[in-house]
């Protein structure tokens, strides 16, 4: 893509986020649009929040299963602790 395309494709992205936000927030009906809206976005967070706890709970799990493994077979490495930003290496 040349200079000019990334332009002319820059030019109508803004364009078009510059209606979609002149629509939401100068009309009755993007008024309406945005009360309509709030309370589902609202949920949505609810459950991206609700989710996010799951899958924290999920990787203890995990993570005491596997301790719970290596010492049923008798290793003794300390237990890896998971945060929510790590990567697990394990199937779980």
Known sequence: MNDQ???????LA???IGAAV????LTAGGRRLRDELEPRLDEVGREIRRLRRTVTKAQEVASEGWRSL????????PPVRL????RQSSPF
Do not use: H, K, M, P
């Open 14 to 16: 803004g364009a078009a």
């Open 83 to 86: 945060s929510a930003q790590s």
């Open 22 to 25: 002149g629509y939401l927030y």
């Open 70 to 77: 290596n010492e049923l077979i008798g290793e003794r490495e």
């Open 5 to 11: 395309s990334r332009v002319l494709v820059a030019t």
